[in-house]
């Protein structure tokens, strides 16, 4: 059964994280990355919004595979990281 | 001034333009008419605008190309100002470049007599409140960054088109952005054009530059572009 799930969060020192995501409770089934963090080059939040689809939801391997993505593509990230990500999707998916 | 679509497409036009060596790199200082909101590129617009109030008030709505939160740009309440050049005339780090041209704004408010400071990422403060606003892309080995810098600030108007739930609405909310928030107008009697003549001197100062009008090649592009910024399809993205 698809679930799902939203949460927001305000990144400690950083920007506004909201997290929209179907899911099954134990992977990713569809995931929506918004806020008024920044990504550079942008194109990126779409890889790493397609790279977490059927990801565990568990933080370790979601912040490695974001890690991955964001290394392979030679991003950057600002006012957000993977922990964060991973963090308000564990909060959307389990409360 | 332009509508917001124009606006966003001059910026790209001037990019493509500027990375093809068709025009030099280019600092440039505009406002909104009509009044609009403009969001960032990660955000999603139902979630941060009330379109049906937008409408009503005949304000635009626009997605950036650039990172950040939901602008109102009040016709006479801000200068938006955009620099675009080649990305190594600038820091390679994201905060130190945003620092760099952040520190422009601040030279040009200190021609008034206000002492603003950078306040990373990606904004400039007045004691600590918020007077200006910025977002940078860059792409293809180019940078572009724009800005605003507040004048005045209409908080009813700007609280009725951004999408804050009611009770934000409450007069405790308002004095909490004005806490957070701060304008030109509270430090200085200076006009609109005088805020923009000080921008002028603050982002030219030390450099070889002169006023130019838009090309042909770029106008005729941002022609092209503002249809793709006016688009129900690039608008409701996210």
Same mark, same amino acid.
């Given at each position: 059964?698809?679930?799902?799930?939203?949460?927001? #969060?305000?990144?400690?020192?950083?920007?506004?994280?909201?997290?929209?995501? %179907?899911? %099954?409770?134990?992977?990713?089934?569809?995931? #929506?990355?918004?806020?008024?963090?920044?990504?550079?080059?942008?194109?990126?939040?779409?890889?790493? #919004?397609?790279?977490?689809?059927?990801?565990?939801?568990?933080?370790? #391997?979601?912040?490695?595979?974001?890690?991955?993505?964001? =290394?392979?593509?030679?991003?950057?990230?600002?006012?957000?990281? =993977?922990? =964060?990500?991973? %963090?308000?999707?564990?909060?959307?998916?389990?409360? | 001034?332009?509508?917001?679509? *124009?606006?966003?497409?001059?910026? !790209?036009?001037?990019? !493509?333009?500027?990375? *093809?060596?068709?025009?030099?790199? *280019? /600092?440039?200082?505009?406002?909104?008419?009509?009044?609009?909101?403009? /969001?960032?590129?990660?955000?999603? &617009?139902?979630? +941060?605008?009330?379109?049906?109030?937008?409408?009503?008030?005949?304000?635009?709505?626009?997605?950036?190309?650039?990172?950040?939160?939901?602008?109102?740009?009040?016709?006479?309440?801000?200068?938006?100002?955009?620099?675009?050049?080649? !990305?190594?005339?600038?820091?390679?780090?994201?905060?130190?470049?945003?620092?760099?041209?952040?520190?422009?704004?601040?030279?040009?408010?200190?021609?008034?007599?206000?002492?603003?400071?950078?306040?990373?990422?990606?904004?400039?403060?007045?004691?600590?409140?918020?007077?200006?606003?910025?977002?940078?892309?860059?792409?293809?080995?180019?940078?572009?960054?724009?800005?605003?810098? &507040?004048?005045? &600030?209409?908080?009813?108007?700007?609280?009725?088109?951004?999408? /804050?739930?009611?009770?934000?609405?409450?007069?405790?909310?308002? +004095?909490?952005?004005? @806490?957070?928030?701060?304008?030109?107008?509270?430090?200085?009697?200076? *006009? &609109?054009?005088?805020?923009?003549?000080?921008?002028?001197?603050?982002?030219?100062?030390?450099?070889?530059?002169?006023?130019?009008? $838009?090309?042909?090649?770029?106008? @005729?592009?941002?022609?092209?572009?503002? !249809?793709?910024?006016?688009?129900?399809? $690039?608008?409701?993205?996210?």
């Amino acid at each position: 059964m698809v679930v799902k799930g939203f949460a927001r #969060e305000k990144v400690k020192n950083g920007k506004l994280l909201y997290v929209k995501v %179907d899911h %099954d409770g134990t992977v990713i089934n569809h995931i #929506e990355i918004l806020g008024d963090f920044f990504i550079y080059p942008e194109e990126g939040l779409g890889k790493i #919004e397609k790279g977490l689809v059927n990801v565990p939801v568990k933080r370790d #391997e979601m912040i490695k595979r974001i890690d991955r993505i964001v =290394s392979s593509g030679r991003m950057e990230l600002a006012g957000i990281d =993977s922990g =964060s990500i991973a %963090d308000t999707i564990l909060k959307a998916v389990f409360g | 001034m332009h509508d917001a679509f *124009t606006n966003m497409a001059l910026d !790209e036009a001037a990019e !493509e333009a500027i990375r *093809t060596g068709d025009s030099l790199p *280019t /600092i440039r200082f505009y406002r909104w008419k009509p009044s609009a909101v403009s /969001i960032g590129c990660f955000q999603g &617009l139902k979630d +941060e605008v009330d379109i049906e109030r937008c409408s009503g008030v005949g304000a635009d709505y626009v997605r950036r190309r650039t990172g950040g939160g939901a602008v109102y740009h009040d016709e006479m309440g801000e200068v938006t100002y955009s620099i675009i050049a080649q !990305e190594d005339l600038f820091p390679k780090g994201i905060v130190e470049s945003y620092r760099t041209i952040c520190n422009y704004v601040i030279t040009g408010l200190a021609n008034l007599g206000i002492k603003a400071e950078f306040a990373p990422i990606n904004d400039v403060v007045v004691g600590g409140r918020k007077i200006s606003g910025s977002a940078q892309t860059r792409r293809e080995s180019m940078l572009l960054q724009h800005g605003t810098v &507040l004048y005045d &600030l209409d908080i009813k108007t700007m609280f009725s088109l951004l999408k /804050i739930s009611k009770e934000k609405i409450s007069d405790k909310a308002i +004095e909490s952005v004005e @806490e957070r928030v701060t304008k030109v107008r509270n430090y200085s009697d200076a *006009t &609109l054009d005088g805020l923009y003549n000080s921008l002028i001197k603050g982002f030219t100062e030390g450099k070889d530059w002169s006023f130019g009008p $838009w090309t042909k090649q770029e106008m @005729e592009r941002a022609e092209v572009l503002s !249809e793709s910024y006016r688009s129900r399809e $690039w608008n409701f993205s996210r």
